[in-house]
């Protein structure tokens, strides 16, 4: 079944005589000026202003000078207005909660997503952050010479534990860039990295509290691991902007209690390995509604043109802090002095305490694990409670706001195709389990981004599993070269067995299946697509079982697996023809793709 989309067109005006557009703006003066003195009668005779009022489909004046293009606006419709669900938001800005917030100098993430143009979310090459820029599906950079469809362990790399936490976990991504030769002389590498003109540097947070820096093309250390002290089983980022910063969010606190535990963002210089700042409060942010949890999982962006961190929390804020960097390269010197950051929180009716979320069914989680995409100044993402939000970062209030039913640990995918703007998520299985049952559903969804509209959802039955996640915890990729038009979903614990998963290609404008594969161990872990230089598209996909495969993205075969040994809950990265992952079972890999 098809479903229609919104198409935004612009139509020219007619031209219309003179004395015609003269007295059509004599009446726009007389109706502004009885608008005026209706309005300034109704403040001067007491009328109080709505504190954080919901966003209007009509942008306020204010709303519009933010506003960074004349291009199709987010906006509410029926259905997806904040108010629909009875959410509520605070902004809180130098630590003071305040009625409204203008962003002084608008943020503009880019709008076209991977694209050959100058338009990029980065310059570096490489994989800066989780999924690889604000539209989360660039995963792979480059192309890969594939000729014998196979694949082959080249290297790997011990790793540790920490407390109970070992190698690498959910979502686990390494970040892969090729530093030119500036940079290199001026970081903390080992002399003969120095001297690597093509040096690709794996860097590698894990949950041995270690980063690793590794050598993409034969596994071998380009400098000294960073002893950070503690857990990270999300994803890091690199500074967008070439800056050698890294940022790194906490996922366990210091002794490894997984409750009242705090934890912190930290924020390092790549230059020699020093902690320029960290953030985080003794047991909470008293902002936050969660009680527990506060973690980082969450892979932040960098907006570039005003300088601004974005970071979503597990305790279900929304960050956004003014750096204040400075990179000097011919100096060898970097700095960061943020601000006090800018803060979004918001409750419903069904959000409620922790304690209450193994015992009542209907109980809404705060917490935001998801790593957010970003379109010019809309910022979107899932939550542990079903909620699925655009959020205006120029005024850091709600947009639109969906229910997507059940707890979204994968983080959405953006598309921009011409037509229109689109996000493709998908739900694990969390509530159904509280409710007693053995199965849930887990729905693929396409919606518009600029609406919250459901354009359409495909349910899957899945197992689950108590302890242990089951649904859609993969972020989707969206498809390109001769994988255009599709959107690649895996889920986890399909089939009514707790081992089992589901590899499923859609046409990406009606959500019907193209193909589907029946996985014999599910997967957590998220697939990348790979692409040769004529366009042919692979996914990579990696599973519980510890097996890497190649997929062949046209029907799902898959063409070639590797055992890499233990349970790959991470997510790939990959650099040309290589994959780099890390695993359960305390080892880094890099495969090659031939």
Not at 359 to 382: C, M
Not at 582 to 593: L, N, P, Q, S
Request: hydrophobic share 35%; with cysteine; charged share 20%.
């Amino acid at each position: 079944m098809k479903h229609k989309r919104s198409v935004y067109r612009y139509r020219p005006k007619r031209r219309r005589r003179v004395r015609k557009l003269r007295f059509t703006l004599f009446i726009i003066v007389v109706a502004a000026a009885a608008v005026a003195a209706v309005y300034f009668g109704a403040q001067f005779l007491g009328g109080e202003k709505q504190a954080n009022p919901l966003p209007s489909s009509t942008p306020s004046p204010a709303q519009q000078a933010a506003a960074p293009s004349a291009e199709p606006e987010a906006h509410a419709v029926a259905g997806t207005w904040p108010s629909d669900f009875d959410l509520t938001y605070d902004i809180m800005k130098n630590g003071e909660i305040t009625e409204s917030f203008i962003r002084p100098q608008g943020i503009t993430f880019p709008s076209s997503g991977y694209t050959s143009s100058d338009e990029k979310y980065t310059n570096l090459k490489g994989v800066t952050t989780f999924r690889g820029d604000n539209y989360r599906n660039a995963a792979s950079f480059g192309t890969a010479d594939v000729t014998e469809e196979i694949l082959e362990s080249l290297w790997n790399v011990g790793s540790g534990t920490l407390t109970r936490w070992t190698g690498s976990g959910y979502t686990g991504q390494p970040l892969i860039v090729q530093w030119d030769d500036s940079m290199r002389q001026i970081m903390n590498l080992y002399p003969e990295k120095k001297a690597k003109q093509t040096l690709t540097e794996v860097i590698y947070p894990t949950m041995d509290g270690k980063i690793y820096f590794i050598d993409l093309d034969d596994g071998t250390p380009t400098r000294d691991p960073l002893d950070m002290g503690f857990t990270v089983k999300g994803t890091a980022s690199i500074d967008p902007r070439g800056y050698p910063i890294l940022y790194v969010g906490q996922g366990i606190g210091l002794s490894g209690n997984e409750s009242r535990d705090n934890s912190m963002i930290h924020i390092y210089s790549l230059i020699d390995g020093t902690e320029m700042y960290q953030y985080g409060f003794p047991e909470k942010d008293p902002f936050s509604y969660r009680d527990s949890w506060q973690a980082w999982d969450s892979s932040p962006l960098v907006a570039a043109d005003t300088d601004t961190l974005v970071w979503t929390g597990e305790n279900g804020i929304l960050y956004t802090f003014n750096l204040h960097s400075d990179f000097d390269g011919s100096a060898g010197t970097v700095s960061i002095s943020p601000d006090e950051p800018v803060k979004y929180r918001y409750t419903t009716p069904l959000n409620g305490d922790d304690a209450l979320s193994g015992i009542q069914p209907d109980v809404r989680i705060y917490g935001i694990e998801t790593s957010a995409a970003a379109y010019k100044n809309y910022l979107f993402f899932s939550d542990n409670g079903g909620w699925l939000q655009c959020v205006d970062l120029n005024t850091m209030a709600p947009v639109w706001v969906q229910d997507v039913t059940d707890d979204s640990d994968a983080t959405c995918v953006l598309e921009a195709d011409g037509a229109g703007v689109y996000l493709y998520t998908g739900n694990e299985i969390d509530m159904s389990l509280r409710a007693g049952s053995q199965t849930g559903l887990a729905t693929a969804r396409k919606v518009d981004a600029l609406t919250g509209d459901i354009l359409w959802a495909v349910p899957y039955e899945c197992f689950a599993v108590q302890g242990s996640d089951s649904g859609i915890l993969a972020s989707p990729v969206v498809g390109r070269g001769n994988l255009d038009g599709l959107v690649f979903f895996t889920v986890a614990r399909t089939g009514g067995s707790e081992d089992t998963g589901l590899m499923v290609a859609f046409n990406k404008e009606t959500g019907e299946e193209v193909w589907q594969k029946a996985m014999d161990r599910y997967a957590w872990s998220s697939p990348v697509p790979v692409y040769t230089d004529d366009g042919t598209g692979y996914l990579i996909q990696c599973d519980s079982g510890g097996y890497m495969h190649l997929v062949d993205g046209t029907n799902g075969d898959f063409l070639s697996s590797v055992s890499l040994g233990a349970n790959i809950e991470a997510s790939p990265a990959v650099f040309g023809d290589i994959a780099v992952v890390g695993t359960r079972g305390e080892k880094i890999f890099g495969v090659k793709i031939k």
